[in-house]
């Protein structure tokens, strides 16, 4: 089994690092491409690294020292911000050129096209509206490029509530093989409640007054009649 070089674009505080971790998994943290600081700060207090911000912008393909493939597995990660294409946002979209924050999965399709060896296997995490009416001929267009590359892709809407979390959360989750298949794993009976995560004492900042939850809950009807 060939070793993992992990490589987290978008990292934030590293919870795919983690995933690996808790799965056992030997692998090592490759490349962390981040821009927020207090994102990376963090990721290097859980994780024990010093990694430093990165803008994915800065970067090029060589960067990411894609080398020696026929000894390590390269994992990229690539679960780009949502803000433009979520319901709790104004869905600026994501098209190529747009400027707007969830854009930037262009980003990894330049990386890609100057990467002399590619990632053997890529992760994408995303909202459930990346394959809305709206936006999914632009996840089709990505889809089809990485096609054009070599991948093979499988994607699925996943409820964290079926996988272990006490707790509703759709996420779109996409797998990208140079070679072979994948099947997502088969969902599993809920188990526990919420109330044994949550924590008893909240600091009063963290709570949202009836004002503004009122007005979130008004733009999240209304974009769901638009849609």
Not at 47 to 64: A, K, N
Not at 106 to 113: A, G, Q, S
Not at 138 to 165: C, I, K, P, R, T
Request: charged share 25%.
């Amino acid at each position: 089994m060939k070793k993992i070089r992990l490589i987290e674009l978008f990292a934030g505080i590293g919870t795919q690092a983690m995933a690996l971790r808790e799965l056992g998994a030997d692998f090592e943290r490759y490349r962390v491409v981040e821009n927020d600081r207090f994102a990376i700060q963090s990721y290097n207090a859980i994780h024990g690294t010093r990694f430093r911000p990165v803008d994915i912008r800065d970067m090029t393909g060589y960067d990411l020292q894609i080398v020696d493939t026929d000894k390590y597995l390269y994992i990229m990660t690539y679960s780009f911000p949502c803000t433009t294409i979520s319901i709790a946002g104004k869905q600026a979209g994501m098209a190529q050129g747009s400027n707007t924050a969830s854009s930037l999965l262009w980003e990894v399709k330049r990386l890609l096209e100057e990467c002399e060896n590619l990632p053997q296997v890529l992760l994408m995490e995303n909202v459930p509206q990346i394959h809305s009416k709206k936006f999914i001929p632009y996840f089709q267009e990505w889809q089809d490029f990485l096609v054009s590359v070599g991948y093979h892709n499988f994607w699925q809407d996943m409820n964290a509530e079926n996988y272990g979390v006490p707790q509703h959360r759709v996420r779109t989750f996409m797998v990208s093989l140079l070679n072979g298949g994948y099947t997502f794993p088969a969902p599993s009976e809920p188990s526990g409640c919420i109330a044994d995560i949550m924590e008893n004492d909240v600091d009063e900042k963290f709570y949202i007054n009836n004002e503004k939850s009122k007005a979130f809950l008004d733009k999240l009807l209304l974009v769901g009649r638009l849609e």
